[in-house]
């Protein structure tokens, strides 16, 4: 039993990793979660506009786009961003601190929440469009001022879901090689672990993240119910 | 009643529509003139709302032309969007915007598309809402309102761009019949102010006493029209007394 203890909830080990998994390690997997969700939202709302649209040739890019990055493994495309985009063209990113890996978690939401918001929009009763359209509202401002807000009233939960997946795919980011001071919460942990032959430090990173994941599960479950109700 | 010196308000030629295969409306002539008030009766599939949606184009014709108040409804380079602003459309399902308030349905149209700067849009809406007996449920969102207030609601924001034709597409058909009274009183106000309007509908009461004219459609074509008192009362054609027979034990 004190062996378990000693591995796995050193409270010496813990401390030592204090401040900096919290100024280092959960700073920057917040920073990477708010520029993937950021990035993920702007992009899933423009495939899922494309998929939605009457031309095919509009359509076809944006269907590959979701299933290829579906059908892939995020860890996968975030080695080809990381890696293979900068040993292909020997071009090295700008911000390289946070760019490729915010970049490849982007897409890789971006993916998802375009389901997520097709989904939605769907979702909104025909005669919502039919009715603005008669008022002489172009389709754009349709989209903009009827259907979007009420598409993504009904998206909340699922979209703070993908808050969620993506808040915990950002430690896939640690398999990617970090700059100086860009350690996100799992890289962070691995090198302290690496470093005192101890096992404390993925407790510790992990009870970061529950932190904030079980918050935030918990929103989901409560948006959900709400949102049945005041069906 | 069609006045001859005025060309019509919404003129219909040789109309058809195919959802697939299926033919629905088979060939339609119907004018409408400035001011007239035509309710259109028929057995649900007998094509009246497909002629009505039509009319503004919700639905697309397979063939022939529609104009309105001078407007070619039909032609290929129509400016859709400024043509509809002379149609109200009523819907029998309301499909009242749901985010918005009653207020906030009545000026959507009033700042998207006029461009109104909020004050003008407000004003307007609110006198519109008073108009069809609602001034005091501006600030209510839809769902806090009755079906009959849901409707109302919908009439004000179809009036708000001030058009020239208004089309009801069965618009008491989802009330509760202590709710159609309401309804039916701000349109019967509408035709009297000298709205041009086009009515499908299945109050019979409503048509008699409020239509300029009846017409009847089945299998997509009008079997039959006229004044009210005849097409109601004595109508020639078979299929419209059997109609109005099923109707009249239903009700």
Known sequence: MNTFVDEFLNLDVIRDMLPELITEGAKNTIIFTFFAFTGGLLLGLLVALMRLSRSRFVRWPAAVFTDVLRGLPALLTIFIIGFGIPIATGWKFPFERYFPGSLALSLVGGAYISETIRAGIEAVPRGQMEAARSLGMPHGVAMRKVILPQAFRLIVPPLTNELVLLFKDTALLAALGTVAGGKEITKFARDFVNGTSNSSPFVAGGIMYLIITIPLIRLVALLEKRAKVSR | ?251
Do not use: W
Request: aromatic share 4%.
């Open chain 2, 1 to 251: 009643m069609t006045a001859v010196s005025s060309p019509p308000m919404i003129t219909i030629r040789d109309l058809h529509k195919y959802f697939g295969e299926h033919e629905v409306l088979r060939g339609i002539d119907l004018e409408v003139a400035a001011g007239e008030v035509v309710c259109v009766i028929g057995p649900s599939g007998s094509g009246k709302s497909t002629l009505l949606r039509c009319i503004n184009r919700l639905e697309e014709p397979t063939s022939g032309t529609i104009v309105v108040d001078g407007d070619e409804v039909t032609a290929a380079r129509v400016d859709l969007d400024r043509v509809r602003t002379k149609m109200g459309m009523v819907f029998q399902s309301f499909n009242l915007f749901p985010h918005k308030t009653a207020l906030g349905n009545v000026m959507l149209a009033l700042r998207t598309v006029l461009k109104l700067d909020a004050r003008k849009a407000e004003a307007r809406a609110r006198s519109l809402l008073e108009e069809v007996g609602l001034a005091d449920k501006a600030d209510q969102y839809p769902v806090r309102l009755s079906g009959g207030q849901q409707q109302r609601v919908a009439i004000a924001r179809a009036l708000a761009l001030s058009p020239k034709v208004m089309l009801f597409d069965e618009p008491t058909s989802a009330l509760d019949p202590e709710l159609v009274g309401d309804v039916l009183a701000v349109m019967r106000k509408l035709a009297d102010e000298g709205m041009t309007m086009v009515v499908v509908t299945h109050e019979m009461g409503f048509a008699r006493e409020v239509a300029d004219r009846v017409v009847f459609m089945d299998e997509g074509i009008v079997v039959e029209q006229g004044p009210p008192a005849e097409v109601l009362v004595s109508p020639r054609e078979a299929r419209t007394q059997s109609f109005l027979a099923r109707v009249r034990s239903a009700g």
